[in-house]
């Protein structure tokens, strides 16, 4: 399957602990996109990367998330010390900047918070 | 404001009828690309089908269409023959040229009765 990757698809993680969501983009794209949903919500963007690159993260919660693209391996978007309010569906995205620029996504993972 | 507007929350249609499911958007730039994802009750977010804001034609992509009105600022998409595994949220998506984002609209729930 060479479609995005993204593991684990679900988490549970208690109060304060850490969160490490993992993305492997679709073969020959270099560009990453996250999103997050909310239930019964539409995706909302949090940041674009690129290899070693943070290309935009506007929308991005300043604090507790952070995100990373290194040389080798997946994408990873980190959040430290969890809230309930971070329960949420985490999708990854990809594309290869070609004229339509379509973004293909992950199935996703679903984050819990207890 | 809000710049991708479903305004169907929730759609119901008969096996093998079409329907059409409403998306108007807002942006001031020339050139931006609309797009259309299908997200059925497993979660993931499969993508149906793109209109570019120079393309002449609507889009087809074999049962699903894009009656796009640029004047009015609508990209409906039209399902032909729908079928029981057309049943999903459906999610328009807009990417202004100089963005790196989709913006989502609130989706529409799409059931197909037999």
């Known amino acids: 399957n060479a479609g995005v990757m993204q593991n684990p698809r679900h988490l549970v993680r208690r109060r304060g602990q850490e969160a490490r969501l993992r993305c492997s983009p679709m073969?020959?794209?270099?560009?990453v996109y996250w999103y997050r949903q909310l239930p019964e919500e539409g995706l909302k963007f949090m940041v674009y990367?690129?290899?070693?690159?943070?290309?935009?993260e506007s929308g991005m919660p300043k604090e507790r998330f952070s995100a990373e693209f290194p040389k080798e391996g997946p994408s990873i978007l980190r959040i430290q010390q969890v809230v309930r309010g971070d329960s949420a569906a985490y999708f990854c995205?990809?594309?290869?900047?070609?004229?339509?620029?379509?973004?293909?996504f992950g199935p996703g993972t679903r984050l819990t918070v207890l | 404001a809000q710049k991708i507007t479903q305004t169907q929350p929730g759609m119901f249609v008969q096996e093998k009828e079409a329907v059409t499911l409403d998306c108007t958007y807002d942006?001031?730039?020339?050139?931006?690309?609309l797009f259309w994802y299908k997200q059925p009750s497993s979660g993931e977010m499969i993508f149906l089908i793109y209109?570019?804001?120079?393309?002449?034609q609507n889009a087809t992509e074999g049962r699903y269409s894009l009656n796009f009105q640029k004047a009015r600022k609508s990209t409906n998409l039209v399902i032909s023959a729908s079928q029981l595994g057309d049943s999903a949220m459906y999610f328009c998506?807009?990417?202004?040229?100089?963005?790196?984002?989709?913006?989502f609209g609130t989706g529409t729930r799409l059931q197909v009765f037999p």
């Open positions: 998506a807009m990417r202004e040229l100089n963005d790196d984002k989709l913006i």
């Open positions: 209109q570019g804001s120079y393309d002449e």
């Open positions: 942006t001031s730039d020339q050139s931006y690309g």
């Open positions: 995205a990809s594309s290869r900047r070609d004229s339509t620029d379509t973004q293909y």
């Open positions: 990367l690129q290899k070693e690159n943070i290309i935009d």
């Open positions: 073969k020959g794209h270099s560009h």
